[in-house]
C-alpha cells in the first residue's frame, strides 16, 4: 500500500514536471519570436534614416508584465520606443555615408587650386580666380581661398555683385601679382582688382598683393601731378631738389605702359567691408581705394611702396561713410589716408605714416567741383619722414564745406610741414586765381607734437571765405636743421583761438571769426 502510494506520487510528480516543462518552452518561443522580430523593426529603421537616434531595449516588451503573456497571443509589431532608456550600439554609422560626394551647394569653401589655379608666378591664373569667385559668389558666407606658399599671376578682374550672397570672405594666404606687360591692360584701367556692389565683403588673411608698380613709375615724371607742397620746400643747396618738376609733356619714348595707372584694389559701391591682415605693395597708383561704400572697417593692413613712388596714395576714400581705419603701418609715395568729397564719419587712429605725405582731407573743389566732408577724426598717429604731417587741400573755384575735423595726438618726427591748410592747391606748374572756395570752419588741431624740417604750420586759407573756427591746442614743435629752409609759422585768412600756448607761439591765428564766412551762408553749402 505504501510502495503503491509511493510510485503514484512519483508517477504523478513526474506528469506534473513534463507538462510544466511544455508550458515554459511555449512562452519561450513567444517571446523569442516576439525579441527577434523587434530587432529587425529597429534594424530597419535605422537604416532608413539614422538620425533619428539609437535603438532601445524596450523594444519588445511593452506587451508583456512580469515575464507572462497577455491573453491575445498574437501582437502587432510596433516601432522602436524612444523613451529614455539605455541606448544599443548603432547598427549604422553615426552620420551618413556617401558612395558619391554631397552636392555642390553644401560646400562653402572654394580654394583656387581647385579651379585650375597653378600658383608658380609664370602661368595666368586669372580664369581660375574667376571660376572660384563665380561659384562663391553663390553662397551665403563662402570663403574663397588663396592659399598659401603660392604666388599667383592674376590679370584686371572685377569680383563683381550686386547677385552675389553676402558675407563672403576672400581668404589671402597666399601672393597675388599683377602682370607688367601692357598687352594686359589694354589702353589703361583705374583699377587691377575691384569689388563691386557687395555686402558683408570680408578680404582677410597674411598674403599679399603686389602690383608691381615699378614699370609704371618709370615713366615719371610725365604726366603725373606734383604735390603742390613740394613748392614750399626749398633745399639748402641748389642741387639737392627733393623732387623732380613735372614735365609738362609726355614723352612718346616712354610710353610702354598705359598712361592711366591703376588702384590696386578698390571696393564701390558695397557695404559692411572690411579688410585686415593683408600686405599690399608697389602699386601702380593708389593702393587701397573706398568709392561710394557705407560701413568700412580696415585694421591690421600694412601698405608698402617707395616713397618717391609717384601718386600710390596708401588708402583712399571718397563718397564713403561710417569708415573705421586704425592699427595699420602705412608707407607710401603720397597721402598714408587721402580723404576725398562725400565722406563723413571716419575715424582713423593708432596709425604709422610714413614714407609719405602725411594724412590728408582733399584735394577738393578741382575743375570748379562742389565737395561736402564732415565727422573726420584723426588720432593717436604716429609721422615719421613724411612731407606733411595732417592736412587739409582745396581748390580756388570750388564749393562746398568741410566742417567738424579733429586732429589729436599727432607724433611727427622730422616732417617737413606737421600742420597745413591750403586752399590754394595746385597740381600744376600755374593754376587761375579764382574767388570761389570750398569753406573750411571748426577745425582742431590738440597735442601735436615733434620735431619738423620745414615749417611747423601753414595756414593759407581763401580770401573770400576764409577760414573760421580753427582751434589749437598743445602744440610743441621743435625743429631739426636738416637740408632745407627754416620758416616760421604762416597765417593768411585764418580765423580762431589758441587754448593753450604754443611752441612755437603761432601769433598770426586771427582771435575770433567774421560771420559772414560762415558755410552754412553759401549757397553751395553741403549742410
Known amino acids: 500500500m505504501r510502495g503503491l502510494s509511493f510510485r503514484s506520487l512519483a508517477f504523478l510528480f513526474l506528469i506534473a514536471f513534463l ?113 572660384a569667385w563665380a561659384a562663391a559668389c553663390k553662397v551665403e558666407a563662402s570663403i574663397m581661398v588663396v592659399p598659401a606658399e603660392s604666388v599667383f599671376l592674376v590679370g584686371p578682374m572685377s569680383f563683381s555683385g550686386p547677385y552675389c550672397q553676402a558675407n563672403i570672405i576672400f581668404q589671402l594666404d597666399g601672393t597675388i601679382i599683377a602682370p607688367t606687360g601692357s598687352k594686359d591692360w589694354g589702353k589703361g584701367l583705374l583699377w587691377w582688382l575691384d569689388f563691386t556692389k557687395l555686402k558683408g565683403i570680408t578680404i582677410q588673411g597674411k598674403g599679399i598683393i603686389d602690383g608691381r608698380g615699378s614699370v609704371w613709375w618709370q615713366d615719371y615724371p610725365y604726366d603725373d601731378p606734383i604735390d603742390d607742397e613740394s613748392k614750399l620746400i626749398i633745399p639748402l643747396h641748389n642741387n639737392t631738389l627733393p623732387y623732380k618738376p613735372p614735365t609738362p609733356i609726355r614723352s612718346e619714348l616712354s610710353g610702354k605702359m598705359p598712361s592711366i595707372k591703376p588702384t590696386a584694389l578698390r571696393f564701390y ?37 617707395p616713397g618717391d613712388s609717384p601718386n600710390t596714395d596708401g588708402i583712399h576714400l571718397q563718397n564713403s561713410k561710417d569708415v573705421l581705419i586704425h592699427t595699420s603701418n602705412l608707407a607710401c609715395g603720397d597721402d598714408c589716408v587721402s580723404i576725398q568729397t562725400g565722406c563723413s564719419n571716419v575715424y582713423v587712429h593708432n596709425v604709422n605714416c610714413g614714407p609719405g605725405h602725411g594724412i590728408s582731407i582733399g584735394s577738393l573743389g578741382k575743375d570748379n567741383t ?42 611727427v618726427s622730422e616732417v617737413q610741414l606737421p600742420i597745413v591748410i591750403d586752399q590754394f592747391y595746385c597740381d600744376k606748374s600755374t593754376c587761375k586765381n579764382q574767388t570761389s572756395a570750398v569753406a573750411l570752419s571748426g577745425i582742431t588741431y590738440e597735442r601735436v607734437k615733434g620735431t619738423y624740417t620745414v615749417k611747423p604750420v601753414h595756414f593759407a586759407c581763401s580770401d573770400s571765405l576764409p577760414c573760421v573756427d580753427v582751434t589749437l591746442s598743445v602744440i610743441e614743435l621743435k625743429p631739426v636743421q636738416e637740408r632745407y629752409h627754416m620758416y616760421d609759422p604762416y597765417c593768411w585768412q585764418a580765423f580762431g583761438e589758441s587754448t593753450t600756448p604754443t611752441h612755437p607761439p603761432i601769433a598770426c591765428l586771427q582771435k575770433g571769426k567774421r560771420p559772414s564766412n560762415r558755410p552754412q551762408s553759401s549757397p553751395d553749402a553741403c549742410f
Open 269 to 305: 559701391g558695397s557695404f559692411n567691408v572690411t579688410v585686415t591682415g593683408i600686405t599690399i605693395q608697389n602699386s601702380p597708383q593708389c593702393h587701397l581705394k573706398f568709392d561710394n561704400c557705407i560701413g568700412v572697417v580696415v585694421h591690421d593692413v600694412s601698405v608698402s611702396s
Open 370 to 411: 562742389k565737395a561736402c566732408v564732415s565727422n573726420i577724426t584723426v588720432r593717436d598717429v604716429m609721422m615719421h619722414n613724411t612731407m606733411n604731417g595732417v592736412r587739409i587741400k582745396t581748390w580756388q573755384g570750388g564749393s562746398g564745406s568741410v566742417q567738424g575735423v579733429l586732429f589729436s595726438n599727432i607724433q
Open 19 to 131: 507538462v510544466w516543462s511544455a508550458s515554459f518552452e511555449t512562452c519561450n518561443a513567444r517571446r523569442g519570436r516576439h525579441w527577434r522580430h523587434g530587432r529587425s523593426s529597429n534594424s530597419v529603421s535605422l537604416s532608413k534614416k539614422n538620425n533619428k537616434g539609437n535603438t532601445h531595449r524596450k523594444g519588445g516588451h511593452h506587451n508583456y508584465h512580469n515575464g507572462k503573456p497577455k491573453p491575445k497571443p498574437k501582437p502587432k509589431p510596433k516601432a522602436p520606443s524612444h523613451n529614455k532608456s539605455p541606448p544599443l550600439a548603432p547598427a549604422v554609422p553615426t552620420k551618413p555615408v556617401y558612395d558619391v560626394p554631397p552636392p555642390s551647394h553644401h560646400s562653402s569653401v572654394f580654394n583656387v587650386k581647385d579651379f585650375g589655379a597653378k600658383g608658380n608666378g609664370v602661368s595666368d591664373d586669372t580664369k581660375a580666380f574667376e571660376a
